[in-house]
Structures are given as C-alpha cells and as structure tokens.
C-alpha cells in the first residue's frame, strides 16, 4: 500500500458549499457562506478525477470510453457514488482509504480541539443523578476550568503537537462578492441578486492536507486541481507520507470524536454515555435515484439533496465502561471511515 501526504494550497479566493450556501436556485436575495473546510466527499471525487486524468482514463466530447477502458475506469477508481444509506460496503478502486481533512500552518497540523481541553469534569456518585424530566436520568458533571483557560466558550480551535492553540477564524480571511440569478422568465432581475462569502488563508504558510492510502502500483502526481461544486483551485503537492498525527488530549474513560461522524442511532449512544460535551453540524449528501426510464431506454435519475446531523470534531463522549462496545459499534462505519469521516480515539 502506497501512503501519501497530501498539500492543497489555494490560488485564489475560495468557496465551499454548506448549509449556509445556495438554496433551490430560485431568484431571490440571500447571503452563501462559505464552510471552512471541504467536504471529504469533494476530496474523494477530486482524488478519482485525478487517478482518471493521468490513466488517461476520461472521457472526452466526442469521444466515448471503449469497454476496456470503462473496466480499467471501474477497477481503479471504483464504480460506486457515495451514499449515507447504503447498506452494502462501498468500493472506490485503488483508493484504500484518506484521512479528515486538516489545516497546516507552518509545517505543523492543526487539530480540532477537545471541547474539554482546559477544563475538568468530576461526575457525581449514582446517588448524585438528577431527573431532567419525565423519565429521564442525567449525570450532570461538576465543571472546574483550570486558570488561564476559557476556550471552551469557544469550541472553534485549533491546537498543534506544541499545545499551541488558534482561532480557526484566525486562519482566514473573508470578503463579500457579488452576483446575480436569472429570474424564472430569463432576464436579470433584480431579486436574484446576492452576496457569496469567499475565503482565503490569512497566510502563505497555511494550507490544507489529508492523507491518503492507494493501492500498491498506483500512485497521484501533483497537478493544479478543482475541489468543490464551484471549483475553487488549488496547487495540490503530493509527497510520501512519513510523519504521524499526534492525539490531542483528552479525558480517561472517554471517546474524542476526530473528524465529522455520523451515528445512526442518537439515543442509543446517549444510553452509552454517562454524559457527553458534543455539538452537531448539518452535512448534506447529494443522491441520485431512479426516476423512472427514456424513450430510448435508458434510466432517467433524479438528483436531490438530504441533509444529516453530524457530531463536530473535538466532541469528547464520556462512556459507561459496560457499555463501550456498543458505542464503537455505533460509531464504526466502514463507508464513513474510509473516506475521512468517523474517525475517533479511545482514552481508556
């Protein structure tokens, strides 16, 4: 297995769509904020567009694949689109697996810091439970923040193997474009105008990186690449992956939640945990479906969008010692984790 680490360092201003971003394209006035990170997801099909493109593999205007070349297409890149729902273990060729997303700054990764980080949770004995209502039953922690620490009032930080610790704001900068929609007749209107945030890094030492774990005999050559449903542009840099991420700290008997994850089974992790400092995070997933067939025969598809809820990276889950291999149950997903989602770290 080939290990690579992987630099995407912007050329211009950039834009990644959210659950603050476009609606259904109707013209109307709205604001798009841009997210601070890439999808995994835009990262998997920028990753196979590149395997593709120096295989020689894609198609052209005019030119169709032969069968060959669409069996040469399917073997290295995988011939299944992601889905959340799928039920059955999801392929992707000679991609073996990437990591979370991450940012670099000056040589050094920056991780999500734990929500708990500075602090200290002391839980009361069984006797100390408290009733939130009907019949349910918390254990509440008692907080204790040590001198010198409030940035659990702000969970959106970034820490590196120093213990040096940013404000993910920190890291970019911002602006306002503008642009317009075409009304539903055709002609510029001016409902349709609205405002898109773009970003950019506040410096030249910081970029993003993941990792990425490919096939013996299969490798990815650095090249200007496109991520995202408007393309923004990078200059990916592709070097073998040598170092090793460090874990941030966190509490004994708990679980700190690494990249983006899903769990399909929310109450069944809250009966896992004894309590857990956790915030979610919408993700949305484009699905194509069947919708029925052509004159000519072939499959019609509908393209929509579902949202899902998300746990954050940083999240720390505080788990009932009887009960930790029920969450790991939970939280493993091998669709998920292969492409950077659901990654966590046990503190035993």
């Known amino acids: 297995m080939s290990r690579y680490k992987v630099t995407l360092k912007p050329i211009d201003w950039f834009f990644f769509g959210g659950e603050q971003t476009f609606d259904n394209g109707s013209s109307q006035s709205f604001i798009a904020r841009s ?17 593709l493109k120096q295989a020689g593999l894609l198609s052209e205007p005019g030119k169709k694949l032969t069968e060959e070349e669409k069996q040469k297409s399917a073997e290295l890149i995988g011939s299944s689109s992601f889905s959340l729902d799928s039920q059955t273990e999801l392929h992707y060729g000679a991609i073996n697996g990437l990591s979370p997303v ?31 209502g009907g019949n349910t039953i918390s254990t509440i922690p008692q907080l204790t923040v040590n001198p010198g620490y409030d940035y659990y009032k702000n969970p959106e930080r970034l820490i590196d193997v120093e213990g040096n610790i940013s404000s993910i704001n920190d890291l970019y900068k911002s602006t306002m474009q503008i642009g317009i929609t075409k009304a539903q007749d055709g002609d510029d209107n001016e409902s349709g105008f609205f405002k898109q945030e773009v970003l950019r890094f506040a410096n030249d ?11 013996d005999g299969v490798s990815l050559s650095k090249d200007t ?32 939640i690494c990249s983006p994850t899903f769990v399909h089974d929310i ?22 479906s069947e ?41 493993n997903n091998p669709n998920l984790k292969t492409i950077g989602y659901n990654n966590y770290h046990i503190n035993e």
């Not at 835009?42 to 590149?50: A, I, K, T």
């Not at 030492?205 to 096939?215: E, G, P, R, T």
């Not at 499959?299 to 790991?328: I, M």
Request: net charge positive; aromatic share 12%.
């Open 35 to 51: 997210n601070r990170y890439p999808q995994q997801t835009s990262l998997l099909g920028m990753v196979r567009y590149q395997l």
């Open 267 to 288: 109450d069944a992790m809250n009966d896992c945990c004894l309590f857990h400092w956790s915030r979610s995070m919408p993700f949305r997933n484009i699905i194509n």
């Open 205 to 215: 030492d910081i970029s993003f990186v993941f990792y990425l774990q490919l096939a």
């Open 225 to 256: 690449v496109f991520v995202g449903a408007q393309r923004s542009c990078f200059k990916m840099d592709v070097d073998i992956w040598t170092d090793e991420l460090f874990i941030p700290s966190h509490p004994d008997h708990s679980v700190l």
């Open 291 to 331: 919708n029925g067939r052509l004159k000519s025969g072939a499959v019609a598809y509908r393209r929509h969008s579902a949202v899902s809820t998300f746990l954050q990276p940083g999240s720390v889950l505080f788990y009932k010692k009887e009960k930790l291999e029920q969450l790991v149950d939970l939280l």
């Open 102 to 132: 991450y940012i670099q700054r000056g040589g050094k990764i920056l991780l999500p810091m734990p929500y708990t980080f500075g602090t200290q949770l002391v839980f009361p004995p069984e006797g100390g439970r408290i009733c939130l």
